[in-house]
């Protein structure tokens, strides 16, 4: 329809029932306007991509999983919403405490923190974490994890999360508070996008001083991500803020088209929940149409919502309004899968004659 002609449908007189449910609610949402519209498309387009059985990735930036929203990532992999994901090494750090049963709390963002630094207290905005029976024990688990047992050999940020959802598993006191060992689980890629700009890594250098080498393979997992987005008949994007995770899943499509020379045309959902302002350049605000301009979307007309929001009002929203209308679906186990799809990738890039030139050289 031309947007420009006067058309749509009529603004309701909205009423609000004690007796509403999720699904009312995202459609009082998705019958208004501004923001409050958005959220209500993004919820419908989300259910849209699980019916249609798309591939999902979920990024998350920010600080997320010490407001306890991991349990909430948990759910969604388990109904088999989430397919793989990629996130910042802290989001991965600050989960395992709950696994570990490891002290986090409510706090208060009006404080003198100079006051809590000599009480030991990290704070997050208003959430609290001890520096010594928090942080300083989970440093103590990360180092143990990743010491003498973790291969020499190459390795991706997906290896690195599986492994420890696995061990986290089989040795913490609450397994089954951690989205990263839902993952090991099910089978769901945890790729972390920044994985030197985390405690993770720090916790690594008390190995490597010893003379240990830590060699991420982070080209392999690029292609392991594209090849996810090439082996998928439909595949879509959850954000939840911006960063590096929202680029590195978007960037899938340029690598397919751009690098390696096919024409692929990038993801056909988006959904974006971010605060960022676009106008100023960064990744974090750039509109998903922009993206279009660098064959990251298949569509700058179609399959893509941005939510103004913070990200902790408008995930719940719609991670709720699909679980409570949407049939589980079969997990899709791409972790087990990644060294098939990266062949098949690496089998058609150099089925081109100009490609296999390039292998000999």
Known sequence: MDPHEFHGKDIPHIKLDPKMTIEDLVNVFASSGYNGRQLGDAAKLYAKMIEEDATI???VSGAMTPVGFGGIIKTLIEKGFVDWIVTTGANVYHEDHFAWGLPVKQGSFNVDDMK???????????????????????????QKMFGEDFPDKPFTTAEFCNLMGKLSKEKSKHPEKSFITTAYDYDVPVYISTMKDSSLALNLAVHRLQDK???????????E?????????????????GGVPKNTAQQTGPLLDQILKRDDGGQDYIIQITDARPDTGGLSGAT?????????????????VTVYADATIAFPILALYVLSNQKTRKPKRLYKK????????SEDYFKNPDNKIKKKN
Request: proline content about 0%; overall charge negative.
């Open 288 to 304: 998903l149409q922009e993206g279009k301009s660098w064959g990251k979307v298949q569509d700058a007309h179609n399959g893509m």
């Open 116 to 142: 809590l630094y000599e009480n030991e207290i990290v704070r997050i905005r208003d959430v609290y974490i001890k520096f010594h029976e928090t942080l300083e024990a989970q440093d103590e688990l990360v």
């Open 57 to 59: 990735c979920l990024t």
């Open 225 to 241: 991500q594209a090849a996810i987005l090439y082996g998928s008949k439909k595949s879509g994007i959850l954000e939840l803020g």
């Open 338 to 345: 990644l060294n098939g799809l990266y062949s098949s990738l």
């Open 213 to 223: 080498t830590y060699n991420l393979d982070f080209v392999r997992e690029i292609i």
